[in-house]
């Protein structure tokens, strides 16, 4: 199986930008469909964007779309976030996603992915 870690989140201005980084361990990344999800505070887990095995298809929600940008680099096991034109209401922990038996495309539930990092704290101040 797969083992994710999420770094890159930090502190930035409203109007900012940021680089996640997803790496992954264990078996080979191109196994696996590749996800990015935010949790706010007492807020449920919510969809960013995803990326198919390949790269070859991405999917993002109405919220970040034209701001975030998912890529992934399957000979280093890597999966990135580039996040622009960051809003305060971006703050939240950003968690890496990965599964190998997608049901449908896209996924956009947090119940289709089965592994998980355990996330990297991003705060946007206005």
């Known amino acids: 199986q797969v083992k994710l870690e999420e770094s890159g989140g930090e502190m930035v201005q409203s109007g900012g930008s940021l680089r996640l980084t997803c790496a992954t361990s264990?078996?080979?990344?191109?196994?696996?469909?590749g996800g990015w999800f935010r949790q706010a505070p007492g807020k449920e887990r919510e969809f960013v964007a995803t990326?198919?095995?390949?790269?070859?298809?991405?999917y993002y929600a109405d919220s970040v779309k034209g701001r975030f940008s998912i890529t992934r680099d399957n000979d280093k096991n890597v999966m990135f976030l580039q996040m622009n034109n960051l809003a305060p209401e971006d703050t939240a922990v950003y968690l890496c996603?990965?599964?190998?038996?997608?049901?449908?495309?896209?996924?956009?539930?947090?119940?289709?992915?089965?592994?998980w990092g355990q996330g990297t704290q991003v705060t946007v101040s206005s």
């Open positions: 990326i198919s095995w390949s790269g070859a298809s991405t």
């Open positions: 264990g078996r080979n990344f191109n196994n696996y469909a």
């Open positions: 996603a990965a599964e190998d038996s997608l049901q449908r495309w896209p996924p956009k539930r947090a119940d289709e992915f089965h592994y």
